[in-house]
């Protein structure tokens, strides 16, 4: 309490006692009893509003004493059961779990790691993948505020994620790494990485890159062969050695059915290897068929028609034929996506082929298209056009969801020439993709829509001079490339013959088995929006043993999802449907068998090492455990520390000084009227 406050309290009293000897004392020529009593009530009624009022502020301090954190981070992988070490680890906590001394100097927490940290202590050695770096980054975010010590118990295999070699813990934070596992070094090959697309084009040849690695003093010659089935479809040999020790091996494989193919890579092992689950590794393809065939329909020539045709033939699987109106022997049946450029009355039998044949169309239209002919032939849209042209710009629709697509500039895109007037989409179920601005104000009105209506597809640009953008982005970008791809997006929507389903399923034709397969859905009510109170389910069954899974799908995001964790190889069939409904949809995919955790065959000594050295640590083995619970012990940075705390309280918050006052004050009055004066 400072000086001023004790001041303050001094005056209080003395004006309090002065206060109450003036009113019952002073000139008082009878002082009895009852004066004295009345007087004695007075000092301490006034003595305790005036404290109130100075409010003093009353300190407290306590005292803790604070130990340092131990976390025992733990490697709960597979590879660790693959390297027969899981006795081992367990044995390595124990010791440190049952150690007096540190439980009386730390405080001990567990945690395990595979993929992803996680709490708890009963290690199961299941995890699929190893991501240390990750682990540690975790454990160093959860403790950067505490005196911490982290010891990591682990083989140092690390299957994905960052290099932890060379992670650095923060100040308060320090590493023991504790190796686990056979860290000697055998002659070994391994075939430690496969790339290869997931999708190939039918008739196409699909690129196989293999990185071989080495690790031996001998100088070797193997083979690396791929087989489909039984056959060996390629074979290369390779020549390493302890200073040449790995290669990277490139080949193309052709396409040449749909569907998914399955093949097997490998390096055929040594004589005496040890580990040779590591040289060998499946792997799968999904061939499909994107051959598409484009119509451009028109009735005039146009510089238009040469840049559509040059960006739709940019993609080698598609091809673009032009044809006038007049011309004969025009097959629309023979196109998957038929164009027609700026119609006029010469249209007349192409537009109701189109419209009894249900033939997925692109119509573009222009200063030169007939308006009065178009709106009495469809029933798509409605435009009441004037005789005078008008420029239009284009502006991206943010919430277009039909597909996805990049913005390739078209802010900065010269206009598209059309005919005054407004338009009127008369099908709700169009799309749009890109709105006019007109005289630089942005309006709703269409220039770019997408639309799908029973068991076709329509498209339409109400604008001319398309080749007018291809030239700018070639302008931008010294290619065509982005709008290519820009109008490939477009043209693919638009040539595909699936209608629009109330129930729709993503997944993958193949999963890897060291990964979780999830499987995703999108259910819409007869009004075709996304009901979000369905109740789907998923049933899985394993084509050869029959096994059956069944599983709901729970909503998450705007769409209905189900993760069915790591299944076992092989070919599976499931049907998703949601409840009360004869809506389903079928499919089946392939688990190709694949373990990343058993490529191990020994420890990796030299990366946890580096990782000791890189946080001014020391590596340590197993049955060196009491050397580093001595250290634990021993280190001055890893003491209990006294803290106090100081806690200081305005005399205000004692709610019983405030009852005094009331007490005091009452216990006056009743006296009072005790005594007649009142």
Request: hydrophobic fraction near 40%.
């Amino acid at each position: 309490m400072v000086l001023s406050t004790i001041l303050f309290i001094a005056l209080a009293a003395i004006f309090a006692l002065g206060f109450a000897f003036f009113q019952y004392l002073f000139r008082s020529k009878r002082r009895t009893r009852n004066v004295y009593i009345f007087f004695a009530l007075r000092f301490l009624s006034v003595f305790v509003l005036l404290i109130l009022l100075i409010n003093p502020e009353m300190s407290s301090t306590t005292y803790k004493i604070v130990k340092p954190n131990l976390v025992l981070a733990v490697d709960d992988s597979e590879s660790i059961a693959h390297l027969d070490q899981a006795d081992a680890v367990r044995a390595i906590v124990q010791q440190l779990e049952q150690n007096e001394e540190i439980q009386e100097r730390f405080n001990l927490q567990q945690v395990s790691f595979g993929e992803k940290l996680s709490s708890g202590s009963d290690l199961k050695f299941n995890e699929p993948q190893t991501d240390i770096s990750a682990a540690l980054n975790q454990v160093d975010k959860l403790y950067r505020k505490e005196n911490t010590a982290v010891i990591i118990i682990s083989d140092g295999n690390q299957s994905i994620g960052r290099d932890f070699q060379y992670f650095k813990v923060r100040d308060n934070v320090e590493v023991f790494p504790v190796v686990v596992g056979d860290t000697a070094k055998y002659a070994d090959l391994q075939l430690s990485n496969l790339n290869v697309n997931r999708y190939a084009f039918l008739n196409n040849r699909f690129p196989v890159e293999a990185i071989i690695n080495y690790t031996g003093e001998e100088n070797i010659s193997a083979n690396f062969v791929i087989r489909s089935g039984e056959n060996v479809i390629y074979s290369e040999e390779v020549k390493l050695s302890d200073v040449q020790n790995s290669a990277i091996i490139g080949t193309t494989l052709p396409a040449s059915q749909l569907g998914v193919l399955t093949y097997e890579a490998e390096i055929i092992p040594l004589e005496n290897e040890k580990n040779k689950i590591n040289n060998a590794e499946k792997f799968a393809v999904e061939v499909i068929d994107e051959r598409t065939n484009v119509l451009i329909l028109s009735a005039i020539a146009h510089p238009d028609l040469g840049a559509l045709k040059k960006s739709i033939e940019s993609n080698e699987q598609r091809k673009a034929t032009i044809q006038y109106i007049d011309s004969e022997n025009v097959e629309l049946q023979d196109f998957q996506l038929t164009i027609l450029y700026q119609p006029n009355n010469s249209f007349k039998m192409v537009i109701d082929e189109i419209q009894q044949e249900n033939i997925n169309y692109f119509l573009i239209t222009g200063t030169k298209t007939d308006w009065n002919f178009l709106n009495s032939n469809q029933e798509q849209f409605q435009k009441d056009a004037s005789f005078q042209d008008q420029d239009v710009f284009p502006v991206v629709n943010e919430n277009f969801n039909k597909f996805q697509f990049e913005d390739i500039g078209f802010v900065d895109f010269p206009p598209l020439q059309g005919k005054f007037g407004s338009i009127e989409l008369l099908n709700n179920s169009f799309n749009t993709l890109l709105f006019q601005q007109i005289e630089g104000i942005e309006t709703e009105q269409p220039l770019l829509a997408i639309s799908d209506k029973n068991t076709s597809k329509q498209g339409v640009l109400f604008g001319e001079n398309i080749w007018n953008w291809r030239s700018q982005s070639y302008l931008e970008n010294d290619n065509f490339r982005q709008f290519d791809d820009f109008l490939s997006k477009v043209i693919q929507n638009l040539s595909s013959k699936k209608r629009r389903d109330r129930l729709t399923v993503d997944y993958e034709s193949f999963y890897y088995g060291n990964n979780s397969v999830t499987i995703s859905a999108q259910y819409f009510d007869e009004n075709y929006e996304f009901d979000p109170r369905a109740k789907i389910t998923i049933q899985l069954t394993h084509q050869e043993t029959e096994e059956n899974i069944e599983a709901p799908l729970l909503l998450r995001n705007n769409q209905y999802e189900v993760n069915l964790g790591n299944l076992k190889a092989g070919e599976y069939s499931f049907k998703v449907q949601p409840e009360n409904s004869t809506i389903s949809e079928n499919g089946s995919f392939t688990i190709i068998d694949f373990n990343v955790e058993q490529q191990f065959i020994s420890a990796d000594i030299e990366k946890l090492q580096f990782l000791a050295e890189n946080n001014d640590a020391t590596l340590y083995f197993p049955d060196l455990t009491q050397n580093l619970i001595s250290d634990l012990l021993q280190d001055k940075r890893f003491l209990p520390v006294q803290k106090s705390r100081e806690k200081t309280v305005p005399l205000i918050d004692w709610y019983f000084l405030l009852f005094l006052l009331v007490l005091l004050l009452a216990a006056e009055w009743f006296y009072r009227k005790y005594s007649g004066l009142i």
